[in-house]
């Protein structure tokens, strides 16, 4: 009987073993399960928070370049009464700046250029004042005058433009004439181009108005070129009667 009842509580003690060993077991493999969903998760939030971060990078970046502002009607039209208030201003000013440019004519050709440049700024802006504002009225005002102001100094750039054209070819035609009859002797066709030349040159600059710019320089230029061209027609009827 004693062998028996020591039997079945070595049975029972082994069961315990078994039953124990199964349990740590388990213990075991729901430890590692746990660390791996941990890890996963850690690794989730990682990759959310790179995620969150290039996205703001991203955001911000567009808002840089971009610089999206949105406004209130209110606020636009307050913008645009500001500038508004601001352009008419500059656009008196360059009015202003023209006029005491070409002050005291006659002027060079650049300097009519000078003011047409200063006053057509003044009439884009006041051009560009959009209605509504409370300049818009005064400014359309001031556009007349400054286009009549306009066509006036217009006329008067185009005067000196062709005075100085007129300068500048007569200048032009000189030259050649002088450089075609260095080294003489030569042939009776290059003192005749040389005469034509001067001729032209001459009858240009007696074009030139008085009240021009260029108008001095021109007399000057003037009594040398006839003085040279007497110079290529007496050579040239010498030449005709030696042949």
């Known amino acids: 009987m004693e062998t028996d009842k020591l039997l079945n509580e070595l049975e029972q003690s082994l069961d315990s073993e078994e039953l124990l060993h199964q349990i740590k077991t388990e213990q075991q493999e729901e430890q590692v399960s746990e660390k791996n969903i941990f890890s996963q998760k850690r690794l989730i939030i990682l990759l959310i928070s790179i995620l969150v971060v290039e996205v703001g990078i991203v955001v911000y970046a567009l808002q840089a370049s971009q610089k999206i502002v949105i ?17 008419f201003k500059e656009a008196k000013t360059l009015s202003l700046e023209s006029k005491r440019t070409i002050k005291y004519p006659p002027l060079p050709l650049a300097t009519w250029e000078e003011a047409e440049t200063e006053l057509l700024e003044s009439i884009k802006l006041l051009e560009e004042i959009p209605k509504g504002t409370t300049v818009k009225k005064e400014a359309d005002k001031l556009l007349q005058t400054y286009r009549q102001d306009y066509q006036t100094l217009r006329k008067q750039l185009i005067f000196e433009k062709t005075a100085t054209s007129k300068l500048v070819t007569a200048k032009k035609l000189a030259t050649e004439a002088s450089v075609i009859v260095q080294n003489p002797p030569h042939p009776l066709e290059v003192w005749q181009e040389a005469q034509a030349k001067w001729q032209e040159a001459i009858n240009l600059l007696q074009q030139i108005p008085q009240d021009a710019f260029v108008a001095s ?8 070129y006839r003085i040279n061209y007497q110079a290529v027609t007496t050579r040239l009827e010498r030449q005709k009667e030696s042949n």
Request: cysteine-free; glycine content about 0%; charged content about 45%.
């Open 217 to 224: 320089e021109a007399v000057e230029k003037l009594d040398l």
């Open 71 to 87: 406004v209130s009607p209110e606020e636009k039209a307050l913008l645009e009464q500001q500038q508004a208030e601001k352009d």
